[in-house]
């Protein structure tokens, strides 16, 4: 609208925040108190950092969480200011299947007490911030994890010294001056600082930290909301009843979840304003670059947006009645009306203010303070040792997954620990061997119900890891994706055969804020068309050696991964269930064979037996199976199904009406005996034709 | 029986015909003008082509030349070069270098004579040789008076096939000649490459070649025309072949048999069979109709009549029609078709599955990719609706699985619901609670690991099935046997006892050896293995009890180590330590020294023991590995003997000798000298993918390409082939998108491929 037409019109940048760094250098280090050893520290008892204490006390290590407050989860007394979570407390799904049901628990922390599940906290699908807080208390006290409350670190720095496990120890300083020595530092503080624009007039706005809550403060009103995100809408929701109108203000369009399909954007729960400015009830969205913009103070006390390009033109001492308003030239410009109040809904940003300059610490971007830089092992960019956990490490997958919420997190906690243990205890990446033969049921069984491969799509996959001559394979779960290059170093595993990818992805054009996600046939149905499935679905790629880092780093845009040498999409499933036979196992087989030339299916012992004797070679499960005297016996009644499927031969019959089977069209030749329409020996033939 | 023997014989004489002409096909005898004329046999044709020594501007014909020397040898024509030496000069030999020409001779008349240039490939060469010997078979037409001539001639007396095809030479041309090589005495053959020839007998579609069939013999008027059948498949050897046999076949059968089991050429030939349901008091109007749908699908269906009385199987009381396609496995349709016209379309559309073309095979293969064949999940989704009872068992649940295997001895099987594998054993496990219900051995139970996954998690079961055997006081064992009812059973009723028995006296220890030792087992066990030791081994005995426990339900163990041992040992002649192995079933006991053996070494000496019973069942899939071997299979007994572990030779016992001992050793002498021929090699392929995955890494690199948002109807179009698409532009126009499949050896071979395959189906179709 119009004043979108003005926006271009900005000066130039100007110093807009610098961050307080300075408070935190010039605190003394108070007392000469020796500092405490500890192997890993943890900055924060939110459920991030509950997480990774979970994970470091099953593993029996010597770790401390360090609190400010005097229990966990203290950002949940305060926060969301209205109290409402918008992570679902789904608390049936008709399944059993614990793992399972975790896909659609987005507020349960991992452990292995199922008294710990968020739905025995709160049977509200949409819970009270409250009940988080009991819950996290609930979760360090039952598994009794060392936090030190009441306790706030007010300086990190960096000690060097050989011996240490990364070259460095990391001394914290709490507010007594005790100081720690770690060995390891993981931050879990979360995001803790508003986000603040600077503009003119910016000293009128009220944040959403400190807004008033009670919508009987705003009763006739006209309002303005500077944000876009769940905090703006949530704002907006309590107070759409009872304010003349609300305005919402903000730099780019409307981000839907649904249309994104990333949960940090504005979920349906809290966009009632949506409703009413379509349906042209005086609320209403703009978009504008709220650096351009300056707010003005009328003598009534009311506030008048204008542009900062006016207030430049004109003498900064003039009283705010006689500057110039963007209504004065065009006189139909969209925000004309008076405020009454204007109110910041602009998000957080991590506190970089405890963190000595040694530690290089940063964001990356002067800019944007949201997130500090790390790598896609959740480590710092700048010292090695130093973890960023929970919703501070967003910036992987920021507009992506779920990293920042704790139904995402939780894993990636869980993906650091592991690092962790094999990177300082020797103990590689929990796996399991198995025989080939298991593959496609291994895979199967993961994406029907693995929990952490479906919350971080994208972002933690599961990794198939070939023995020589893929007899058999390993299977290592949720690694953090981009850090396949190092997977060796990082777990200690060997990957010399070639491997899986298993990852969860929506299509590759289908999500955006601009995007009809409800467009006709926006869903396949077809095995042949699963490339182009739209909804979230499992991808598999082939690789025949470990991505490099260069081939991670030039990877194509919006591929998760570098190109594989092959590639397999399991048809998207309205139910999420993808065990169809032949609508989801099957091609999943075949694309299993082919990357591996061999022959993945299961047989009977009659078969196996015939093979023994007709072959010189033997299929995998033959060989797996029925060599072994382990081979599958089959009933009555299935060998009957296979007689009529024709992929059993039916020998009793034969040996009574030898002719009859003799004219069988298609039956020629000894060796193409049980199977007809695939049997081995014809597939073999048409190989060696193309060979 | 003897028929079958004959077959056989036939066999190898065409094995040994064709490595003959292998071993000819690729030489062509180059003579000397005397020497061809010497070669020439009366009443035989040769084709014989006369060049200059060394004029090289022939070697492209003289490869084709070449080429056709196999086709043509097939059909008893010789073919040679002849080098017009100077010394004897033949008035054959031409004047000039590039006026060679190639002469056909029968006997040494000459008949014909052939610019090179005529010949232009191999295909002219064979299809000009044989229309040249063929001329009085095959009329060749010009206009349509000549054809209705022909027609009118034959009408009552012959059938006649008739061809257009574009011109002389081209690969149909041939194709026509090779059919009328065979047929040409049961049916006039008339050849055209006239246009105008093809129109006047109604034909639209002139751009490809045609084969018509005129049922001329029938007609009894004379002014009536002949009926013609259009041969609707490409023009190919094959499909002449085949299209002439329907013709063959009879108009119209009777039949009083179970359509079921009905055969006619026509099933063989990948067409349907049209049942006429009939009646007897309706008899002639019914065959009335029956003969009029037969004319309608002639060449397309097989017609006969059945009359419902006359029938024992039951008929539908409505049904008028009985379908019976030509795949086998497909059910009998039953319809109700008051129309002619009805049936005729409804064949039409159904034939387009059994057809027998370069197509269908391409359709069929692509169809496959969709098509289970993975016997054990097939069939598990076939029997999916049949209720299984499975009350016998106790599901068990995150909640209930530790208190029930605490509680009671019990037995787990760990299945995923949707695991073909393990739901196939279900069904045997099952069988085993069927069995043994009522009596209170083992508590049976299972659970769903597709539902309580943690609990198999930390039961350690990461694959499917599982089959654990819980005990009070000992740790879970999991069971490795053979995941059927027999086996299992076998492993529940040995684990009632646990092993090794202690064997207190002599007599016990015979007792045990002959199997009246707790009978019940014994018996289902086969074998028992007693250990004897002298009271002072006590390393070796420790040894025998960890294997005994380790074999704990597949074996029954039993350990005697009293002072008086040495009785057993002297009696069974065995030096101490020492196993008996009782084989209770053919009442044998052996003894086999263990002197420093380790668990592990007896644990395996024991399974190799029970190993030699392994597999000596009777089974039907007997007859299937006999077909592997011989074809066809001799009467029983037959003795083979197998080589699988190298080279995999298959060696058959004398049919002409009786089994004895003598006879055997001295064949298995034979064997071991190398003296015997093996009669077959087992194919020692890998087992490499039964068929190819759909290649999505290449679907998206063409999207890329070509960004659609997205393509409405994706359909399967692995054919990619230029020549044929042209054809099929109508219809490729919908489906735009290649359904290309993967077969990571060979990226971007599939094009090449599909050509090769073409090319080789080709060559089998001369």
Redesign the interface.
């Known amino acids: 609208m119009g004043l979108s037409a003005a926006a271009p019109l900005w000066g130039p940048p100007g110093l807009l925040l610098t961050i307080a760094l300075h408070v935190a250098l010039s605190a003394p280090p108070a007392t000469p108190l020796a500092p405490r050893p500890q192997d890993y520290c943890v900055l924060g008892a939110g459920p991030a950092g509950l997480q990774m204490a979970y994970f470091l006390q099953r593993a029996g290590r010597d770790y401390a969480v360090f609190e400010r407050a005097a229990g966990p989860g203290s950002f949940f007394k305060r926060y969301p200011r209205h109290h409402k979570l918008i992570s679902i407390n789904k608390r049936f799904t008709g399944k059993v299947n614990a793992e399972f049901n975790l896909r659609h628990d987005w507020n349960s922390l991992l452990s292995h007490d199922p008294r710990l599940l968020f739905r025995h906290y709160s049977r509200t699908y949409f819970p009270d911030a409250h009940d988080m807080v009991r819950y996290l208390g609930d979760f360090a006290d039952r598994l009794g994890l060392h936090v030190l409350y009441n306790t706030t670190i007010t300086h990190v720095t960096l000690d060097r010294d050989r011996q240490a496990w990364n070259g460095h120890y990391f001394i914290l300083t709490d507010q007594k001056g005790q100081a720690y020595q770690c060995s390891v530092l993981l931050v879990a503080t979360g995001l803790s600082v508003p986000n603040q624009v600077n503009f003119p007039g910016s000293e009128y706005v009220e944040g959403y930290e400190s807004v008033s809550v009670d919508p009987e403060d705003f009763v006739g009103q006209n309002v303005l909301i500077l944000g876009r995100g769940n905090s703006a809408f949530e704002t907006a929701e309590n107070i759409l009843g009872v304010t003349n109108f609300v305005h919402m203000l903000s730099r780019s369009r409307v981000r839907l979840s649904w249309a994104t399909h990333y949960v940090g954007d504005l979920r349906a729960i809290n966009n009632g304003l949506l409703d009413t400015y379509q349906l042209k009830s005086l609320d209403g969205l703009l978009e504008s670059d709220l650096k351009d913009l300056a707010i003005l103070k009328d003598s009534e006390g009311k506030f008048h947006v204008t542009l900062k390009f006016f207030l430049e033109e004109n003498n900064t001492n003039q009283s705010a009645d006689s500057i110039t308003l963007p209504q004065d030239n065009s006189d139909n410009f969209a925000m004309r009306v008076a405020y009454d109040r204007v109110i910041r809904c602009l998000g957080w940003n991590f506190d970089f203010s405890i963190f000595n300059k040694s530690l290089r610490l940063n964001s990356g971007n002067p800019l944007d303070m949201k997130y500090p830089l790390i790598r896609a092992n959740y480590e710092s960019r700048g010292s090695r040792g130093l973890f960023i956990l929970g919703t501070a490490s967003h910036s992987v997958d920021y507009r992506k997954s779920a990293g920042g919420f704790i139904h995402g997190f939780r894993y990636t906690v869980r993906a650091v620990h592991r690092l962790l243990e094999h990177r300082h205890h020797g103990i590689t990446w929990p796996s399991t061997e198995l025989p080939i033969t298991q593959l496609t049921n291994s895979i199967i069984r993961r994406v029907n119900e693995a929990s952490g491969l479906y919350q971080m799509f994208s972002v933690l996959g599961d990794v198939v890891l070939l023995k020589e001559n893929a007899t058999a394979f390993e299977y290592l779960e949720e690694l953090p994706l981009l850090t396949l290059p190092q997977l060796e170093t990082l777990t200690g595993k060997k990957a010399e055969n070639g491997l899986f990818v298993i990852n969860m992805e929506y299509g590759k054009n289908f999500s955006g804020p601009d995007k009809d996600v409800f467009f006709y046939d926006r869903s396949v149905g077809h095995t042949e068309d699963a490339w182009q499935s739209n909804f979230l679905h499992p991808v598999i790629y082939y690789y025949r050696q470990l991505p490099t880092e260069e081939e991670v780093r030039y990877r194509p845009p919006y591929w998760p991964l570098p190109r594989p040498t092959a590639i397999h999409h399991i048809l998207e499933d309205f139910l999420t269930d993808w065990t169809a036979p032949v609508g989801h196992i099957l091609p999943l087989r075949r694309f299993l064979e082919n990357c591996l030339d061999t022959d993945l299916r299961s047989f009977y012992a009659e078969s196996c037996f015939l093979f023994t004797l007709t072959h010189q070679k033997l299929p995998p499960f033959c060989q797996q199976g029925y060599l072994k005297m382990q081979g599958l016996a089959s009933t009555e009644s299935l060998r009957q199904h296979g007689v009529e499927s024709r992929l059993l031969r039916d020998y009793a019959a034969m040996g009574r009406h030898p002719k009859a089977s003799s004219q069988e069209p298609g039956d020629h030749g000894p060796v193409s005996a049980p199977l007809a329409p695939g049997s081995p020996v014809q597939s073999l033939d048409s190989n060696k034709e193309e060979l | 029986m003897s028929s079958s023997c004959r077959v056989f014989g036939a066999g190898i004489c065409f094995v040994i015909t064709c490595i003959f002409c292998k071993s000819m096909a690729n030489s062509l005898p180059e003579l000397s003008p005397q020497k061809y004329f010497d070669t020439l046999q009366p009443g035989k044709a040769s084709l014989a082509y006369f060049c200059q020594t060394g004029s090289p501007s022939t070697s492209v014909f003289l490869e084709e030349l070449k080429e056709a020397v196999k086709p043509l040898q097939d059909y008893g024509i010789s073919v040679a070069k002849v080098n017009c030496v100077k010394e004897e000069t033949s008035r054959y030999c031409g004047k000039e270098k590039d006026s060679m020409k190639a002469y056909l001779f029968r006997g040494n008349i000459l008949l014909r004579e052939f610019p090179t240039d005529t010949l232009f490939d191999v295909n002219a060469i064979v299809a000009h040789v044989l229309f040249a010997l063929l001329f009085n078979e095959v009329k060749y037409v010009t206009t349509p008076e000549d054809l209705q001539n022909v027609e009118n001639a034959l009408k009552g007396k012959e059938n006649i096939i008739f061809s257009y095809v574009r011109a002389i030479g081209i690969p149909e041309h041939r194709a026509v000649m090779e059919a009328a090589f065979v047929y040409g005495t049961m049916y006039q053959f008339v050849l055209t490459t006239e246009i105008a020839v093809l129109e006047s007998i109604g034909s639209e579609d002139i751009e490809y070649a045609h084969v018509y069939f005129f049922h001329c013999k029938l007609v009894l008027d004379l002014t009536q025309q002949c009926q013609r059948t259009l041969m609707e498949q490409p023009l190919s050897t094959l499909n002449i072949h085949l299209f002439i046999k329907t013709m063959k076949a009879p108009l119209l059968t009777e039949v009083t048999e179970d359509p079921q089991q009905v ?1 006619t050429v026509h ?2 030939l ?1 067409l349907p069979l049209v049942f006429i349901v009939g009646r007897q008091a309706t008899y002639e109007a019914d065959r009335t109709t029956a003969e009029w749908v037969a004319r309608r699908l002639l060449g397309k269906a097989g017609v006969l009549l059945l009359l419902r009385d006359s029938l024992e199987v039951n008929i539908p009381q409505h049904a008028n029609v009985v379908l019976k396609r ?1 795949d ?2 497909a059910p009998l349709e039953f319809l109700v078709l008051h129309d002619v016209e009805l049936i005729v379309s409804r064949v039409e559309n159904t034939a387009h599955g059994g057809e027998i073309g370069e197509n269908e095979n391409d359709a069929a293969e692509e169809a ?16 999916r609706k ?1 209720k299984l009872p499975l009350q016998l068992t106790v599901e068990l ?2 909640e209930t699985f530790n208190t029930t295997v605490t509680a009671s001895d019990s037995m787990v099987l760990f299945y ?6 393990s739901m ?2 279900l ?2 496990y099952v ?1 085993v609670a069927v069995k043994l219900e009522g009596t209170p051995t083992v508590l049976l139970a299972r659970i769903n690991c ?5 609990v198999c998690t930390k039961q350690n079961v ?3 099935p599982v089959v654990k055997l819980y005990k009070a006081g000992r740790n879970p064992v999991s069971y ?8 299992l059973l076998k492993f529940i009723q040995l684990n009632r006892i646990s092993c090794p028995v202690t064997v207190m006296s002599v007599r016990e220890a015979e007792e045990y050896l002959s199997g009246e030792f707790r009978e019940d087992l014994a018996s289902s066990a086969g074998v028992s293995v007693l250990g004897l030791f002298s009271p002072v081994m006590t390393a070796a005995k420790e040894y025998f009890s960890e294997a005994g426990k380790y074999l704990q339900g597949y074996v029954i163990t039993g350990i005697y180590s009293e002072e008086d041992v040495s009785i057993l040992s002297n009696k069974y002649a065995a030096t101490l330590p020492a196993l008996l192995l009782a084989r209770h079933k053919e009442g044998r006991i052996e003894s086999i020294p263990v002197a420093g053996s380790r668990t592990q070494d007896l644990v395996q000496i024991i399974t190799d023991a029970l ?1 030699e019973t ?2 000596r069942k009777k ?7 006999l ?3 011989f ?2 299979v001799p009467p029983l007994p037959v003795l083979v003997l ?1 080589n ?1 572990h190298a ?2 030779q298959v060696f058959a016992f004398p049919s002409d000798q009786t089994i004895t001992e003598p006879n055997l050793i001295l064949w298995l002498k034979k064997l071991e000298a190398g003296l015997e021929n093996h009669i077959t090699i ?16 290449n ?2 690199d063409a999207a890329s390409q070509h960004p659609t ?4 109807e ?3 179009e692995i054919e990619v082939q230029e020549n044929d698409k042209e054809q099929h532009e109508d219809r490729s126009a919908t489906r735009k998108e290649p ?1 290309e499949t ?5 990226w971007n ?1 599939n094009n090449w ?1 599909k050509a ?2 073409k090319s ?1 189906r080709h060559d089998k179709e001369l």
Do not use: N
């Not at chain 2, 490795?480 to 086996?487: D, I, S, V, Y």
């Not at chain 2, 020692?684 to 039964?690: F, G, K, S, T, Y």
């Open positions: 055969s099933l063989q990948g030509a086998k496995g496959d990719i969709d098509t289970q064949d993975d016997e054990v999940a097939e069939t598990v989704y076939r029997d049949r649940t995150e995923a619901g949707w695991q073909a594998v196939a054993f069904q045997s069988d597709a539902d309580w996954s943690d990461t694959e499917f490795a046997g053979m995941l059927g009812t027999e086996a190993l392994f597999e089974t039907p899939v007997g007859r299937g590995i077909q592997a071997y074809d066809p197998v699988l080279g995999g087992l194919p020692a392929q890998e087992w490499r993918p039964p068929l190819p995955a759909y290649d999505f890494l679907m998206m948002r997205k393509v409405p994706c359909t399967k359904a993967l077969r990571i050896k060979h071979r491929f090769a395959k080789l």
